[in-house]
């Protein structure tokens, strides 16, 4: 009963009364704009989790057959993202982006003698870059944690079979790994679909998803018609918790 009590008051509660105004009111956009909303977070949070997961698997594999550190304190470095805000790292990252897609149009239109615009500021490859910039260390400490259980003993055969360290990589570990790459992808996709900050800042124009929805209608005191997109945010987060809680027990009743 005791520790039923902070899952009542911190999500059961919560959820309820959301879904009652939901019900109730809801948003009045529902429909053909809340589908819109739920495919653009759908979109940038998949694309964010498939790079972040296979960057972290070359990053984690370099440092596990480097023979210097310097991959080791690399793969520190890049996962300092996930301790700063989001709004430090839209700004950060804006400024640079920006001038590179300045000198990139520039570039374009000297050459074709027409103006492209903005590239990366003017879509989504700025936000998502953003994205793995804040939540790439997620999906690496997944990945490491699993790689490190994972014997050098197995290297030393497959190249004894004559495999290099793609086909290594490829054949032994992706296969031994597949569950932690799997995991971590959710971990990041959660992420990304209810990250704020950095939406807000870095989205191109006309771009919304659940969460800035949601935050616009919350800010309005619009909380009935904000119930609709915040239910939805946390279903998505619900629905890998409990896929994951499938595979944790599905694997350690294979162990037993």
């Given at each position: 009963m005791v520790c039923m009590v902070p899952l009542c008051a911190g999500f059961l509660l919560p959820a309820g009364v959301l879904l009652h105004m939901a019900i109730g009111s809801g948003d009045a956009?529902?429909?053909e704009r809340f589908i819109e909303l739920a495919r653009n977070s759908f979109v940038l949070a998949s694309v964010t989790a498939l790079l972040a997961v296979a960057i972290a698997v070359?990053?984690?594999?370099?440092?596990?057959?480097?023979?210097t550190g310097l991959a080791r304190h690399a793969n520190r470095l890049v996962a300092l993202g996930y301790a700063?805000?989001?709004?430090?790292?839209?700004v950060g990252v804006l400024i640079p982006v920006t001038r590179l897609d300045t000198w990139l149009a520039a570039a374009i239109e000297s050459v074709t003698g027409v103006?492209?615009?903005?590239?990366?500021?003017?879509?989504?490859?700025?936000?998502?870059?953003a994205y793995l910039v804040r939540f790439l260390a997620v999906a690496l400490h997944t990945v490491e944690a699993s790689l490190v259980?994972?014997?050098?003993?197995?290297?030393?055969?497959?190249?004894?079979?004559?495999?290099?360290?793609?086909?290594?990589?490829?054949?032994?570990?992706l296969p031994i790994l597949r569950g932690s790459l799997l995991t971590g992808a959710l971990m990041v996709f959660v992420e990304v679909m209810k990250e704020l900050p950095a939406t807000l800042v870095m989205r191109?124009?006309?771009?919304?998803?659940?969460?800035?929805?949601?935050?616009?209608?919350?800010?309005?005191?619009?909380?009935?018609e904000a119930s609709t997109a915040a239910l939805a945010i946390v279903a998505v987060g619900v629905l890998p918790l409990i896929i994951l809680t499938r595979q944790i027990?599905?694997?350690?009743?294979?162990r037993a």
């Amino acid at each position: 009963m005791v520790c039923m009590v902070p899952l009542c008051a911190g999500f059961l509660l919560p959820a309820g009364v959301l879904l009652h105004m939901a019900i109730g009111s809801g948003d009045a956009q529902f429909g053909e704009r809340f589908i819109e909303l739920a495919r653009n977070s759908f979109v940038l949070a998949s694309v964010t989790a498939l790079l972040a997961v296979a960057i972290a698997v070359l990053l984690a594999f370099a440092a596990r057959t480097a023979r210097t550190g310097l991959a080791r304190h690399a793969n520190r470095l890049v996962a300092l993202g996930y301790a700063l805000s989001g709004t430090v790292i839209a700004v950060g990252v804006l400024i640079p982006v920006t001038r590179l897609d300045t000198w990139l149009a520039a570039a374009i239109e000297s050459v074709t003698g027409v103006s492209p615009g903005l590239l990366l500021t003017g879509g989504i490859a700025a936000l998502v870059y953003a994205y793995l910039v804040r939540f790439l260390a997620v999906a690496l400490h997944t990945v490491e944690a699993s790689l490190v259980k994972i014997t050098p003993s197995m290297d030393d055969a497959a190249r004894s079979l004559g495999h290099g360290a793609g086909a290594t990589l490829w054949r032994v570990h992706l296969p031994i790994l597949r569950g932690s790459l799997l995991t971590g992808a959710l971990m990041v996709f959660v992420e990304v679909m209810k990250e704020l900050p950095a939406t807000l800042v870095m989205r191109p124009f006309n771009f919304d998803t659940l969460a800035t929805q949601a935050y616009t209608l919350a800010s309005d005191e619009r909380l009935a018609e904000a119930s609709t997109a915040a239910l939805a945010i946390v279903a998505v987060g619900v629905l890998p918790l409990i896929i994951l809680t499938r595979q944790i027990a599905r694997s350690r009743r294979g162990r037993a």
